[in-house]
């Protein structure tokens, strides 16, 4: 009952990312369809507490076609998030809002919700999200930002950059801090094309904080969940993060079983920080025949259970997908969540043929009792743009 009460929880979650996700770009990459663009698509409140009660943010969607414009819709992840929008017609070149209000009565922890909003004219949703750190009590800056390099220091130096479309940009910003007593200046070096960084105050003020703004370009090399890099120079010295014991954050329930590797180029004894992107096609300009003519892949089924085994064991997994479409199927990267699970390169689809995806997963040094690993195909499909795949078992 447990494993099924899991895997509905990650296959509800992984269905609701594929179905919605979108690109978050800078201003020009906010623009959506030739219809509307956004002033942000990300909010982050940062740092507040649960005195401070419920917190508030507005965005602006500007029409920038040349008919009205409605905003029929706005859909909160959570009921701990109170929405209101621009109900009346939107005027070429006029704006409307969305306002949404953090009722922030759950206690001390991070949080990141979405909006989803339906936009008359848009064939997908827009995804806003709301960001931030909820405290039971004040932290100091040391508490707060645990890794550090030098005197400068990181909430994390793994960042969710969030998701992103072909031939656009996903902006965002994370806060630093200045544990130090006197100012820093920070640059950086071996940053990874198609990053680009910028920091609010440089120097960074003595025992306070300042905004990294980040802004990645998508290209056509990258498809799916990619890392870019960047190495902090702190007053001109490279430093290997130390990272200071936190807290530990609660989980979602059934997420203990979810098997995800840390990404072993970040955190203590590494010198980089990294930002992690989701990059899929852009269909947003697809006619309705563009659409019609697509690929459009079905699994026969989305998880493959192995059972119980012992750990050390070799399991050969596999999934038969069938190209119901009208054009070959395609899968332009597959990611695990896993470095124990690889899977096989995965040809082209004919319309009305199958294909199928093996995987081998090694339980070798895997801890026991139930796990669950991801696999998601970034594919060609405008109906199934993101196919998330689930091996799930136990081991002794």
Same mark, same amino acid.
């Given at each position: 009952?447990?494993?099924?009460? =899991?895997i509905?929880?990650?296959?509800l979650i992984?269905a609701s990312?594929?179905?919605?996700l979108r690109?978050?770009?800078?201003k020009?990459g906010?623009?959506?369809?030739g219809?509307?663009?956004? &002033?942000? %698509?990300?909010h982050?409140f ?5 005195s401070?009660g419920?917190?508030?943010?507005t965005?602006t ?7 009205n414009?409605?905003?029929?819709n ?6 701990c998030?109170?929405? %209101?929008?621009?109900r009346e017609?939107v005027?070429?070149?006029?704006? @409307?809002k ?6 922030? &009565?759950?206690g @001390?922890?991070?949080?990141d919700?979405?909006l989803?909003?339906? =936009? ?7 995804v806003?999200?709301l960001?931030?750190e909820s405290h039971?009590?004040k932290?100091?800056?040391k508490?707060?930002?645990p890794v550090?390099f030098?005197n *400068?220091a990181?909430?994390?130096v793994?960042i969710k950059g969030?998701?992103? +479309?072909?031939g ?5 910003e994370?806060v ?7 100012p *820093? ?9 198609g990053?680009? *960084?910028?920091l ?10 300042? $905004?990294?703004s980040?802004?990645v370009?998508a290209d ?21 993060? =130390? ?6 954050q609660k989980?979602?329930? @059934?997420?203990?079983a979810?098997l995800?590797?840390?990404?072993p ?23 309705k025949a563009q659409r &019609? ?6 699994a026969?089924?989305s ?6 085994? $012992?750990a050390g ?9 069938k190209?119901t479409?009208?054009?070959?199927f395609?899968v332009y990267?597959i990611d695990?969540e ?8 995965? @040809?082209?689809?004919?319309?009305g043929?199958?294909g199928?995806l093996k995987?081998?997963? &090694? ?8 796990c ?8 060609? +499909?405008?109906l199934?743009?993101?196919m998330?795949?689930f091996?799930t078992?136990?081991?002794?």
């Amino acid at each position: 009952m447990k494993r099924l009460t =899991v895997i509905t929880f990650f296959i509800l979650i992984a269905a609701s990312l594929g179905t919605v996700l979108r690109a978050q770009g800078s201003k020009a990459g906010n623009t959506y369809g030739g219809i509307v663009r956004f &002033d942000k %698509t990300v909010h982050d409140f940062g740092d507040i507490l649960v005195s401070d009660g419920p917190v508030s943010a507005t965005f602006t969607a500007e029409n920038v076609s040349g008919k009205n414009m409605v905003i029929y819709n706005v859909v909160s992840s959570c009921g701990c998030t109170d929405v %209101t929008w621009t109900r009346e017609p939107v005027k070429p070149g006029e704006s @409307g809002k969305v306002k949404a209000t953090y009722k922030n &009565d759950e206690g @001390g922890y991070p949080f990141d919700k979405t909006l989803t909003v339906y =936009v008359s004219g848009l064939q997908q949703p827009v995804v806003l999200r709301l960001r931030g750190e909820s405290h039971a009590k004040k932290l100091s800056l040391k508490e707060m930002y645990p890794v550090r390099f030098g005197n *400068l220091a990181f909430k994390s130096v793994d960042i969710k950059g969030g998701n992103m +479309s072909q031939g656009q940009q996903k902006s965002g910003e994370v806060v630093v801090a200045n544990l130090g007593k006197k100012p *820093l200046d920070v640059k950086f070096k071996d940053v990874s094309p198609g990053l680009s *960084l910028k920091l609010s105050q440089n120097p960074v003020p003595a025992g306070g904080t300042a $905004k990294l703004s980040y802004t990645v370009t998508a290209d056509r090399k990258h498809w799916g969940k990619n890392y870019y890099y960047a190495t902090p120079l702190v007053d001109g010295v490279s430093y290997k993060a =130390v990272v200071s014991p936190v807290q530990s954050q609660k989980k979602e329930a @059934g997420t203990e079983a979810l098997l995800a590797d840390p990404n072993p180029l970040l955190g203590a004894g590494k010198p980089s920080i990294g930002i992690f992107t989701v990059t899929k096609e852009d269909f947003s300009s697809w006619t309705k025949a563009q659409r &019609d003519a697509a690929a459009s892949p079905v699994a026969d089924e989305s998880t493959f259970s192995f059972g119980k085994v $012992k750990a050390g064991a070799k399991i050969d997994a596999s999934f038969i997908i069938k190209n119901t479409g009208k054009s070959a199927f395609k899968v332009y990267k597959i990611d695990s969540e896993s470095s124990r699970l690889s899977a096989s390169p995965f @040809g082209d689809v004919a319309p009305g043929r199958k294909g199928t995806l093996k995987c081998t997963l &090694d339980t070798s040094g895997m801890p026991k009792g139930e796990c669950l690993i991801v696999v998601t195909l970034t594919t060609n +499909s405008p109906l199934r743009p993101i196919m998330n795949l689930f091996v799930t078992g136990w081991i002794e």
